[in-house]
């Protein structure tokens, strides 16, 4: 089993960065497929970024593309989400997730983080 658990959130103005990282406890993640997601209250939790095991192909929601970059840490067994020219409607709970195959299919996620707030005020 592994515990992944998010820290970086928190209150900014728009226009800002924050970075986001999920470090992972349990095992190593080496071979899984990392990614962040996020849900805002009231609207049910959508893809930001996913990255592959081998850290050489990442894809991005069309919302965030050009504006966040994820990365990971084998040595860390972390994941990063860089969140630059933030707006109020990135404003969300983000949780990270791990797979070993996919991230397509949210409810066959092999784990999830308990999430963190990220509150981005016009």
């Known amino acids: 089993q592994a515990q992944l658990v998010e820290s970086g959130g928190g209150l900014v103005q728009a226009g800002d960065s924050l970075r986001l990282s999920c470090a992972a406890s349990?095992?190593?993640?080496?071979?899984?497929?990392l990614g962040w997601f996020r849900q805002s209250p009231g609207k049910e939790r959508e893809f930001v970024a996913a990255?592959?095991?081998?850290?050489?192909?990442?894809s991005y929601a069309g919302s965030v593309k050009g504006r966040f970059t994820i990365s990971r840490d084998f040595a860390k067994n972390t994941v990063y989400l860089q969140m630059n020219s933030l707006k109020p409607e990135d404003t969300a709970v983000y949780y990270c997730?791990?797979?070993?195959?996919?991230?397509?299919?949210?409810?066959?996620?092999?784990?999830w983080g308990q999430g963190t707030q990220v509150t981005v005020s016009s």
């Open positions: 349990g095992r190593t993640l080496s071979r899984y497929m």
């Open positions: 997730a791990a797979d070993a195959t996919h991230l397509a299919i949210m409810s066959k996620i092999d784990y």
């Open positions: 990255i592959t095991w081998s850290g050489g192909t990442t």
